[in-house]
């Protein structure tokens, strides 16, 4: 087993912004666990982990005239209820909390352009407010319920304006 997972965040920024959706084939998300996750180069990667792994998420561009952050990663309830559609545009207030966040899981964001967490209280949305994050990385609490799918909510930032931030409600992390 490695010490970290990585999840590449892989955006197609010029696709995205004009479907304004993270379908299509915009987002494709990619890990390297040593276990068998499932939906790789999909939005509906399922990393495997064990507990006291870190994960590490980070944001890449296809365009690389037009920058992609990782704005925030909330949890979703048990039973992977949402209150947004499962891909879409945001069109919510910055540091608004995510309707229905999780229990305690792993994900976070703090300033410069690499961010670390631990446990997020339930009802609360980590975000940097910051441009230049493009790595977000947390441990896995030892408490999660091997083989159950906790599903969280990949915030991105695509530049500025209208339209900007897109997120998507599929992917998941799972204990071993």
Known sequence: MKPQVNIAVVVDVIGALSDKSLLNGNLCLIDDGSFDSTGQ??????????????????????DLQTPVEIRSISFLPAGGGAAA??????????????DGAADDVVAGGTDGGYGTAGAVPSGHRLESGQLDLNVWSGVVPPYLTPGVPYRYRLELQMYE????????????????
């Not at 180069?41 to 296809?62: D, F, I, K, M, R």
């Not at 559609?85 to 995510?98: K, R």
């Open 41 to 62: 180069g999909t939005p509906e990667l399922v990393t495997v982990v064990v507990p006291g792994q870190v994960v590490q998420w980070s944001a890449l561009a296809v």
């Open 85 to 98: 559609p499962a891909y879409g545009v945001d069109h919510g207030p910055a540091g608004a909390p995510a």
């Open 161 to 176: 304006g209208d339209h900007s931030v897109l997120h998507v409600d599929s992917p998941a992390l799972m204990c071993l």
